[in-house]
Structure formats: structure tokens, C-alpha cells
């Protein structure tokens, strides 16, 4: 059984920053992405930000230059870093792992989420 735990959530003033941090456990032989995504309310679960097991990532536009996402390999861990937060950027943030690869097979797996509110 494959867990992704997330922490780091909370409440911040527009302008200031946070750091999510997820760490996967189990029975890992590897996962090929890891990223992480959220939902506002409302609205649809959007892509955020993903690292990718060749080291390349990529980014929701509305992000591009103010979140950065780091990758441990060998932790399996993943960090979204946010600057230069919005109110808009308020909503629930889920960390994924996909292509994760284990002892007994292969699949993908989400956090169970962390809040992140933005004040203005």
C-alpha cells in the first residue's frame, strides 16, 4: 500500500509565501511523476506543478515564476514552493504520484489533500 502525505497548508496574506512538502511511503520501487495539483470551490481539480522522473517539470501557467516544485528521488518527497501568493491561489492542494511502481504492481495514488487559503 502506497501513502502520500502532505503538509505545509494554511493561512497567508497575499504576497507572502508557503512551502508544501509530500512524502510517499510504502513498498516503492519508483514513481515516474510526482506533482501537485488543487481545488478551489466550485471548481474542477487543475494541474499545479509536476516533477517528472527524466527531471523535467512543468507548471500551470497562473503559476509559471512564482512556484517552484523540487523532487527527492531516493525520499520519494516533493516540495511545491509558493511565492508571491494570490487570493486566488486559495484552495485545497493534493499531492500525486504517478507510475508508481511496487512490489506488487503499479498504479497511481493522491494525498489527501492540505488547505491553502490566501487573504487579501
Known amino acids: 500500500q502506497v501513502q502520500l502525505v502532505e503538509s505545509g497548508g494554511g493561512l497567508v496574506q497575499a504576497g507572502g509565501s508557503l512551502r508544501l512538502s509530500c512524502a510517499a511511503s510504502?513498498?516503492?520501487?519508483?514513481?515516474?511523476?510526482m506533482g501537485w495539483y488543487r481545488q478551489a470551490p466550485g471548481k474542477q481539480r487543475e494541474l499545479v506543478a509536476v516533477?517528472?522522473?527524466?527531471?523535467?517539470?512543468a507548471y500551470a501557467d497562473s503559476v509559471k515564476g512564482r512556484f517552484t516544485i523540487s523532487r527527492d528521488y531516493a525520499k520519494n518527497t516533493a516540495n511545491l514552493q509558493m511565492n508571491s501568493l494570490k487570493p486566488e491561489d486559495t484552495a485545497v492542494y493534493y499531492c500525486?504520484?504517478?507510475?508508481?511502481?511496487?512490489?506488487?504492481?503499479?498504479?497511481?495514488?493522491w494525498g489527501q489533500g492540505t488547505q491553502v487559503t490566501v487573504s487579501s
Open positions: 516533477f517528472r522522473s527524466s527531471g523535467s517539470t
Open positions: 510504502g513498498s516503492i520501487i519508483s514513481i515516474y511523476t
Open positions: 500525486a504520484a504517478e507510475g508508481v511502481r511496487t512490489v506488487v504492481g503499479r498504479g497511481n495514488y
